[in-house]
């Protein structure tokens, strides 16, 4: 066999062992010496490592630096192992070790083996800068580029030596997080140290380093930023302004010697964002100004991320003092009125922070992810930890554990929970042991993930097993609200079989008030109602409790929504469909949750139309229905019951119902804008007034045992007449009729105001629903003229007697229901009137003027603020309308496009005709959009209509919410409504009244 045979059998075999590249891996071996291929207790050791050839690469590179390594590694089995362990997981490692070829003997012998304590820790990276452990400054006041690279050499040094012992599984990941944070604190007295030598009046003062989040809880990763407060107090005899100066420089030295760039890299950020006021505040506090803040303005976020302080650099007496004052508040955070709000708001913080590409791949920050289970753990510490003092740990692990002893959680959910993060922080390692780099996003490369796997000992399929066991873990974790805040509420009420841990009733109404419930008293109620017992119902409320429980408390109004939920289940508990779509349609429920928390309104309509709970489940069943097939629907409701008109029109109420419930629904979940609900629900009333309308005609014909002697229209008006109706809206009407050719002219005008009073009679009967009131106050004369007129007595009155604000009004007439062929010919009559053929005249504009200014100061009701009134405010629906309608009065004559009784429809036209700015339209349009917006909010929060902004901060909350704000933006809200209105208004005078 000659040599090349050789070579290829021999790179043969080795690739089939597991090298990627069996001929290059021959020639590195080769390189290594002529014993090196044939020695099977290497090769056996670099196919153990996670990738083979990565580990291969760093020995061979190391050997050319330093050949004593390889017979070291012949020698002692313990070295190899450890040496090619690390090298097949971390290239950063391996170069580390390349550079520093004396620094693979830090995994020789028992040293290698050995936790290292702190003590010789702090003294190794002191010493590394020049500086003894007793009197930590640096013999030389130079912390040039020599000294800030040997920090990172002997650092590096001993993140090697940890390295080791975690991959080869010398020490759990409780060992490794502890130490990697003990490591950082004694690289922070040595930076410490540096930033002393620098400063010559660091004497004068104190400074104490208080580690935050992963580093003051002892659990910190490989490579993350490392949180920090800074507090400090002056000497005896020193200014405290002078001291504050000295600790600031101090403080700043000690940051830049970590996060500085040096030829040997950098060791890690210093993150000072979590001290007061953030980093809009001063770097460094006296203990007094820190307690100061947080006792007046610190927020609940603020005291969640001081459960983890711990002193850990620098004036360790005086750290001590700040921790145990921040303690007692701490644990008192939960008692706090806007504890809810601050848990929301950090919860979306946290969840803003992770990139739309790397969601389902991130480990920390995802759906599933080590965020979840740590924000759920200190949630129930802080609900919990203000009675129990023995939950009071930093740790994740240790407090997760104290929550299970306690009976806070289960036992078995504590333990699977306890995997998901001790699995999920190990992947999250080797990912930033490979580079040295801070990452928690699984890659997507095949290489990577293989490595990965293999890291974690599965050889057999490493990327399909790792996939799996990550989706399993991230699945549990991701239940985590139910395991660990809800399901144990269900506990406190109900006997759940197999369950250990069982809270106290006062454990679980401070839990239920955490979550933002204002009665849980009442809430344990509700929750012990729907599921004790032992039926088929309650089994399955217990399933769909605790994931709704978790929903509820996410609504404005978490009280309202699970007293609905209660209301609605009494009403269809029996029914078969109901809890099985609840159960298997996880999207019906959540969306069911969310809707019974934010609107009575809806509420309201859900318990008396329960059914339509099935209309939840797809957005195709929340696109308004066409007016055509709710029409035919109504229609054939009223037929059915011809011989009964109230009957008739509670049947008609009833599909009103049930279309008001659809629109109120897809406008809430934001599949419709507010233009497309004012079309929605003014068709709907159109239908509703054509129903009533056949069902009094019917009526009346059959009192009076003949046909009906006229024909008959309804004009629809106002809002209902601009397709702009609201869920409070009343209908605006006109009625019109013409008798027929040889009737009775007297008998056909009595015969037609029967069939309008009856239609409004029928309308406005008491009812479960909300009612459609008939408003004909816009007829001739108002109040003072007849209800119904005949078709010539219109024309008669507006030719001798009609007022410019009369043809305004009819801008928005439009025929609504009854005989179209008759609506048609009132909208012709009124053509002229409404669209002058020469435009209005000068005084008519200054009568309309002087008409809105008076509407202005004296329709607004005592007591609004004019502010904040959406309808006649400055800026608001009727400013709008007006300047709108002022322009069609004076041009839709001469420019068809602008007749039209829709207001934006108006705006746009005299956009396009060159009668209004293109940026003034859109001021203008925004203010009339968010005006109805609120009113229709108003309605659907509190079932009841309103026009003012509320003055209550509680409703202020609710309404903002529905809008889409979060929890804690109220004030944004109301701002945001003064801003456009105020914009709008400026346009208004401009346009409007000539300003």
Known sequence: MNAESRMQT?????????????????RLLDGLGPEAVGDLDLLADLLGAADPDLALVSLSRLAERDQSVLGAMRADPGLRRRLLSVFGLSAALGDHV???????????GEQARQRSPYRDLRAELLEAVGAGPADPVPCASDAGTDVLCALRVAYRGRLLQLAARDITGLAMLGEVTSELSDLASAALEAALAVARAEIPESADVRLAVIGMGKCGARELNYISDVDVVFVAEPRDGVDETKALQAATKLAQGMM????????????????????????????????????????????????????????????????????????????????????????????????????????????????GGLRDIEFAVQLLQLVHGRADALLRRRATLPALAALSRGGYVARDDAKTLAEAYTFLRRVEHLLQLHRLRRTAVV????????????????????????????????????????????????????RLPGEEARLSTGAATARLSALGFADPQGALRHIAALTSGVSRRAAIQRTLLPVMLGWFADTPDPDAGLLGFRQV??????????????????????????????????????????????MLGSDGELQARPKKALAAEAAAAVQRHEADAETAVVSVRTLRRRELFRTAVAGLVGRIDIEEIGQALSELNDVTLQSALDAAIHKVTLERRGGLPTRFAVIAMGRLGGYEASYGSDADVMFVHSPLEGSDEKDAAGAAHAVANEMRRLLAMPATDPPLLVDPDLRPEGRQGPLVRTLASYAAYYRRWSSPWESQALLRARFSAGDERLGEEFMEMIEPLRYPPDGISGTAVRE?????????????????????????????????????????LQHACEIPELRTTRTLEALRAAVGAGLLACTDEEVVADAWRFAAQIRDAIMLVRGRAGDSIPADLRERMLIARALGYPPDGSEDFVDDYLRTTRRARVVVERVFYGA
């Open 569 to 614: 289940s009494d009403k269809l508990g029996a029914t078969p469909w109901y809890l099985r779509l609840l159960r298997d349609e996880t999207a019906v429920a959540d969306r069911m949750a969310r809707l019974l928390g934010t609107s009575r309104y809806v509420t309201g309509l859900l318990l008396h139309a329960p059914e339509a709970v099935a």
């Open 443 to 494: 890659p997507e490369d095949v290489t990577d993930l293989r490595r990965i796997g293999r890291g974690l000992g599965m050889v057999v399929d490493p990327v399909g097993e790792f996939t799996t066991r990550w989706r399993r873990h991230a699945m549990e974790a991701r239940r985590l609200h139910e395991k660990l805040f809800y399901r144990p509420l269900l506990q406190a009420v109900a």
């Open 256 to 367: 830049r010697a970590c996060s500085i760039s040096t030829p040997e890299g950098t060791l890690w950020e210093v993150d000072a964002a979590l001290r007061p006021e953030g980093k809009a505040g001063p770097l460094v506090r006296t203990l007094a100004s820190h307690l100061t803040y947080y006792r007046r303005w610190a927020k609940t976020w603020e005291f969640q991320a001081l459960l983890k302080a711990r002193p850990v650099a620098g004036d360790l007496e005086l750290g001590g003092e700040y921790v145990n004052a921040v303690n007692e508040m701490v644990w008192q955070a939960s008692t706090r009125d806007n504890f809810v709000e601050d848990v929301q708001a950090m919860r979306r913080r946290v969840e803003a922070h992770v990139r739309a590409g790397e969601v389902d791949r991130q480990i920390k920050l995802g759906p």
């Open 848 to 888: 309309i003027r002087r008409l809105k200014a008076r509407m202005e100061a004296e329709r607004l009701p005592r007591g609004a603020d004019p502010l904040l009134h959406t309808k006649l405010g400055r800026g608001g629906l009727s400013d709008v309308e007006w300047m709108a309608q002022l322009i069609q």
């Open 10 to 26: 021999t790179a043969g075999r080795l690739a089939r062992l597991g090298f990627a590249d069996g001929a290059h891996t021959e």
């Open 98 to 108: 390349v550079r520093h070829p004396g620094h693979w003997r830090l995994l020789e």
